[in-house]
């Protein structure tokens, strides 16, 4: 096993690859290991400044040069590379180990290593697609504040916290479209600084992060309430523009990208209406049925179980999971809670809601006047989804091939419990039911009536636990206590459940 230390990006893992498909190594012979002690040297026996690979055109051919010694670089295609610089983003342990094998077997000719039906080209695709997606909202939702211009630069200063590594992506974006203006985009895996002319990132050690941790902590409301904060008409030209940019887009924007401290400033117009929905009552709307999946070599039809729920194999997720989650309670019932995905104590026991969500969930019952007895609980997805951050497993939300993938089993436990009444905890559960087009935001404190079900929709609990602020979390947990109060009223049929039509809206992607 040949053991390969290399600084966390691409251009490190591009010059280690180099030589090792010049020296024939296969990718089961090696070893990748993301040092820190690694970052900025050059791979030895690589100079720094020499090209990783010679890259066709888009047009031209893709030549696979063999990787014997002495040979010749293997040229592939723009393309791929784009590619594989993509996924390289996705913060998982074993990205370089698929980058490699991934580069290694099409230099042996085996083109399907880009086919969705091949385990690589299958995990290569999704990991791309979930860049694209995360960049996307890393784009859109990212709020700049000016500083105060005593203290220098930069004049703008940004935050975000993305679950991958998109800094590099998102910093040539946003250097194209702010002019001259010097400006700081921050992570907390890093920050990028634009002086006007030229881009420089930092990132900073593991040991420097924890030891800065208390003193980020610590200064955290004031940064974001004084320095980073405008004076009045600037800041509410920057909340005007996004605004207006966010109420362009198919969905609202979720209120947890917009993290402003309770003292701060207000939030835009769209957002303030959000949260003073929270808890409110409406009579039931209709939402227009899920237009039909248009299949393709890239989104082949699933293929029909052969066996129970525990030998399921419509989607990768099994692999990593411990189990498969089925729900549980009484069949036929009143009421039925859908949540996500199970979490890492589902995973470990096989019952749904037996975590810190659970047992927020229990009181929340409790508070509604219900017993979780009289319920049945199950998740639109059935194994947990995660991915290793910092040695600790991370909750990652299910693309929509995954939550296709379960809509088997859900139709299943609906055709069989035939609830009167269904609780949607959080949007992916909402979208499995209802379709992409529906945004959890549009529809809190109403009932949806859809293909024949009432869907109440309301915060998942663990969107409560994850909130640091008190006031907010309360408004939440109360939120999610009135749904439970409303779907039990509809269950017994004291609450009214008709209601206006909703206009169809164009279908957002998948």
């Known amino acids: 096993m040949k053991r390969i230390p290399i600084e966390p990006s691409f251009a490190a893992w591009r010059r280690a690859a180099r030589v090792l498909l010049r020296q024939g190594i296969e990718p089961l012979q090696v070893e990748w290991v993301e040092s820190e002690a690694e970052a900025g040297a050059a791979t030895p026996g690589v100079p720094a400044t020499e090209s990783a690979f010679a890259t066709a055109g888009a047009s031209g051919p893709a030549i696979a040069a063999a990787a014997a010694p002495g040979l010749a670089t293997p040229v592939i295609p723009r393309e791929l590379l784009s590619w594989l610089k993509t996924a390289a983003c996705f913060r998982a342990p074993d990205r370089w180990a698929l980058l490699y094998r991934v580069l290694w077997r099409w230099t042996r000719s085996e083109r399907n290593v880009l086919d969705p039906g091949d385990p690589d080209g299958a995990l290569l695709d999704q990991r791309i697609r979930t860049i694209e997606r995360e960049t996307e909202d890393l784009l859109t939702l990212t709020l700049f504040r000016r500083r105060d211009p005593s203290m220098g630069p930069p004049e703008f200063v940004g935050w975000y916290e993305p679950h991958h590594d998109l800094l590099e992506r998102a910093a040539v974006w946003f250097a194209e479209r702010m002019g001259n203006s010097t400006w700081m985009l921050a992570t907390p895996h890093g920050a990028v600084f634009w002086n006007g002319m030229l881009l420089r990132t930092d990132r900073p050690l593991r040991a420097q992060c924890e030891q800065a941790a208390p003193a980020s902590a610590a200064s955290a409301a004031s940064a974001l309430g004084g320095e980073a904060v405008t004076s009045t008409p600037t800041e509410a030209l920057w909340l005007a523009y996004y605004s207006n940019a966010v109420n362009s887009l198919p969905s609202p924007v979720p209120l947890r990208y917009w993290r402003m401290p309770p003292a701060g400033p207000p939030l835009p117009a769209h957002l303030a209406r959000e949260r003073s929905r929270l808890g409110a009552q409406s009579a039931a709307v209709t939402v227009p049925r899920t237009p039909p999946v248009e299949y393709s070599a890239a989104t082949p039809p699933l293929q029909e179980p052969t066996g129970p729920l525990a030998t399921c194999r419509r989607c990768a997720l099994w692999r990593n999971a411990k189990q498969a989650v089925a729900g549980a309670g009484p069949a036929p019932a009143a009421i039925m809670v859908i949540g996500e995905q199970p979490g890492e104590d589902e995973n470990q026991h096989g019952e749904p809601f037996t975590g810190p969500a659970g047992q927020l969930l229990d009181s929340v019952l409790a508070r509604a006047g219900l017993e979780r007895q009289a319920l049945y609980l199950t998740y639109a997805v059935k194994h947990y989804k995660w991915e290793t951050l910092d040695q600790q497993r ?36 909402l979208q499995t039911l209802t379709g992409a087009h529906v945004n959890l935001s549009e529809y809190l404190g109403q009932t949806i009536a859809h293909d024949g079900r009432l869907i109440v929709p309301t915060w998942h609990p663990s969107y409560a636990l994850g909130m640091a602020d008190a006031t907010l979390r309360n408004d939440i947990v109360a939120t999610i206590a009135t749904a439970f109060s409303r779907a039990a009223a509809l269950a017994d049929g004291s609450a009214p459940a008709q209601g206006e039509q909703v206009r169809d809206r164009p279908e957002t992607q998948r």
């Open 394 to 429: 991370v909750h990652r939300t299910p693309v929509w091939r995954e939550l296709e993938a379960c809509q088997y089993w859900l139709e299943k436990e609906l055709a069989r419990v035939a609830p009167r009444v269904i609780v949607a905890l959080g949007a992916t559960a």
